[in-house]
Nanobody
Framework: VQLQASGGGLVQAGGSLRLSCTSS???????MGWFRQAPGKEREFVAG????????YYADSVKGRFTISRDNAKNTVYLQMNSLEPEDTAVYYC?????????????????WGPGTQVTVSS
């Protein structure tokens, strides 16, 4: 399984970006998630989605600003990021999991993409 994320870039505070992540390869997807890692900080959970039900869940820091969605036919998950803040600057990683887990922890996921940089200027 390979995950490839795209859509990162530089944006001013208050702006928007949309990240995409496509999964390729033969593996059952139970859910996918987005994490981020800022310089000098640990990787942290951002948002997750269960593949069949579409149930979504978010970190408190992004609730109301970010929206995760998926396109089952394309094996693609999206992260729409609105009202971006400088504190959102980080490398964003997508991940997928094969079985049921809470989805909030790095250890819940089996496959990871290489990451895409998001920079929000003030």
């Amino acid at each position: 399984v390979q995950l490839q994320a795209s859509g990162g870039g530089l944006v001013q505070a208050g702006g928007s970006l949309r990240l995409s992540c496509t999964s390729s390869g033969r593996s059952f997807i139970y859910g996918m998630g987005w994490f981020r890692q800022a310089p000098g900080k640990e990787r942290e959970f951002v948002a997750g989605i269960n593949w069949n039900s579409g149930r979504t869940y978010y970190a408190d820091s992004v609730k109301g600003r970010f929206t995760i969605s998926r396109d089952n036919a394309k094996n693609t998950v999206y992260l729409q990021m609105n009202s971006l803040e400088p504190e959102d600057t980080a490398v964003y990683y997508c991940a997928s999991k094969r079985v049921y887990t809470s989805g909030y922890s790095l250890n819940d996921y089996h496959y990871w993409g290489p990451g895409t940089q998001v920079t929000v200027s003030s």
